[in-house]
Structure formats: structure tokens, C-alpha cells
């Protein structure tokens, strides 16, 4: 499929753009499962020596996720560039996996804190192909359009999870499912329908599992203040108890009246 949609002239139909999506996404997602659980146990290891060996075969993982998150983008550019007829529907395809492979190659950056420079561009690339691919379906793809439902869905995914930018994310998935549940039983066909509620039920798990996470995140954050204040309280208590004690002890000092308690004889 790498082939046939680097060379081949013709518009890749739906069925073989499907096809090309599969064929990438199957080889990248064991990469990025296997690179989760090396992770985990690098982190959670203790031993030195075997920590120091799965940080060797996490990077090695990370090489191969990137050669081939770097091998998508080269043949969708191709596609994209090359002057060959593409669909506008084929376009935003391409547009959403090129931000999807540039998104995956931002998970593998950010956790490596001497490469800030390169995580700055690959957020860029990422969020420069799904806003193209935003615009470009806002203006020619129904709201419901399985395509652009998807590129919503993955597009909030990079708000979530990459750029942090979590009440946007739920708002961008919030109202591409306001937009698309009306209008999707009257606009498409069976298996286009069909594709697109399960994207919608994809989009409605992801802002049920973030709303949760933000409020978790939120009463954590109100604990963490109350024991700020606690700990201010406390401490204040104790610097005045301290000033207090001091200044007793300097009064006692000071009375002129405890060298006559007992009268020399």
C-alpha cells in the first residue's frame, strides 16, 4: 500500500486509503503499545543495571516509531504536493493521519527534555496539518462526515493529551457532537452512518474519562491548597507561640522585683 500510494497517478479511492491507514496504523501501534510497557518498567525498575537496559530498548523502539511515523508523513506529502487529482474528501484524510503520525512522534519528544526544540516543531507540523484539515472540512464535508468526525476526534485527542490544553479539548469534542448527532441520520447512508456513530461514541468516552480526570485534577488541587493553608496556619501559630515564649522570658529577666525575693539577711 506504501507503494501503490507513492506512485500510483489516480485518487486513491475510499476503500484504499483505508487501506494505507490500516497498513501504517497496525505497524505503529505495537510500536507505541511496546514503548507503554518498556516505559513503565524503566521507570519502575530499581536495579541500575536493568533499568539502564530498558532505557537501551526504549529509545531503540522510539528510532523505529519514528522512521515509521516519518515514512507516513514522507508518502502523504508526496500525495499531497506532487500535483496528483485528490478528493476533498481524500485530502482531509490525508491531512488527518499526516497530524496523527506528527502527534505519535510528539509522545516519543516529550518525555526527553533535551529535545525541546524539536518538540516545539513537531507540535507545530502536528497541529499545522489538523487545522488544514479542519478548515478545508468545515467548508466542503458535512458536520457528521465520518472523515471530519475523526479528524475532530483525533484533533481534540492532541489538545488533551500533547498540548495540555484540556477545557479546549472538551469544547472542540463537545461541539463536534452537538453539531453532528442531528443532522447524521438524515445526511448519510447506512455504513456512513454507522462509521460515524461509532466515532461519536469514541468522542463521548473520551470527554466522559477527561471530565472525570479534570475534576479528580480539581479536588486534588483543593486539597493541596487547603494543606498550603493548613501548613501557613501552623507555621503562623507556631512563630507567634515562639514570639510569645521569647517574650515572656525577657519580662522575667527584666522584673526588677525578682532580686528581692529573697532579702540578703
Request: aromatic share 4%; proline share 2%.
Amino acid at each position: 500500500m506504501k507503494v501503490l500510494a507513492a506512485t500510483l497517478d489516480d485518487d486513491l479511492d475510499e476503500r484504499e486509503l483505508n487501506l494505507l491507514s490500516v497498513a501504517f496504523k497496525n505497524v505503529v501501534s505495537g510500536l507505541r503499545r511496546a514503548r507503554s510497557i518498556v516505559k513503565q518498567i524503566e521507570d519502575a525498575e530499581r536495579d541500575e543495571c536493568r533499568a539502564g537496559l530498558a532505557k537501551s530498548y526504549r529509545e531503540k523502539i522510539e528510532r523505529e516509531t519514528r522512521e515509521v511515523c516519518m515514512d507516513a508523513v514522507r508518502v502523504l506529502e508526496s500525495r499531497m504536493t506532487n500535483g496528483r487529482s485528490i478528493a476533498i474528501g481524500g485530502r482531509v484524510f490525508c491531512l488527518k493521519m499526516m497530524g496523527d503520525y506528527w502527534r505519535y512522534m510528539c509522545e516519543i519528544v516529550q518525555d526527553d527534555e533535551e529535545l525541546d526544540a524539536r518538540m516545539a516543531e513537531t507540535k507545530e507540523r502536528a497541529e499545522d496539518a489538523y487545522r488544514a484539515g479542519i478548515e478545508l472540512a468545515a467548508q466542503h464535508l458535512p458536520c457528521c462526515h465520518p472523515v471530519r468526525l475523526g479528524l475532530h476526534l483525533n484533533y481534540s485527542v492532541f489538545h488533551y493529551e500533547i498540548m495540555g490544553r484540556k477545557e479546549h479539548a472538551c469544547t472542540m469534542a463537545e461541539a463536534a457532537l452537538t453539531g453532528a448527532m442531528d443532522a447524521a441520520a438524515e445526511t448519510l447512508d447506512e455504513a456512513a452512518y454507522n462509521d460515524a456513530v461509532s466515532i461519536m461514541r469514541l468522542m463521548e468516552n473520551n470527554l466522559q474519562m477527561w471530565r472525570e480526570d479534570m475534576r479528580e485534577d480539581a479536588r486534588q488541587r483543593d486539597l493541596d491548597t487547603l494543606e498550603h493553608l493548613h501548613l501557613r496556619e501552623t507555621s503562623a501559630s507556631m512563630t507567634e507561640s515562639t514570639a510569645k515564649a521569647t517574650e515572656i522570658k525577657t519580662e522575667i529577666k527584666t522584673d526588677p522585683t525578682s532580686t528581692d525575693e529573697h532579702p540578703a539577711a
